[in-house]
């Protein structure tokens, strides 16, 4: 998610078990949940309702 790169953070890519999920974890604990297919695709990410709403997830942990 380019969206969190821009704000200092490093991505680690995991595959899961669930091919449609997408998920966002701090220090082991899922802070963001979505069905992959919600998703806006072909952009940055900055004008995707889900992704500021993970990206506000993220922020909202530290």
């Given at each position: 998610m380019p969206v969190?790169?821009?704000?200092?953070?490093?991505?680690?890519?995991?595959?899961?078990?669930?091919?449609n999920a997408v998920e966002l974890a701090l220090n082991g604990e899922t802070v963001f949940r979505c069905?992959?297919?919600?998703?806006?695709f072909g952009g940055?990410?900055?004008l995707d309702p889900l992704c500021?709403?993970?990206r506000k997830a993220v922020l909202n942990v530290h």
């Open positions: 969190l790169q821009a704000d200092g953070h490093q991505l680690i890519l995991e595959e899961t078990s669930d091919w069905n992959m297919h919600d998703l806006d940055d990410g900055e500021e709403e993970a």
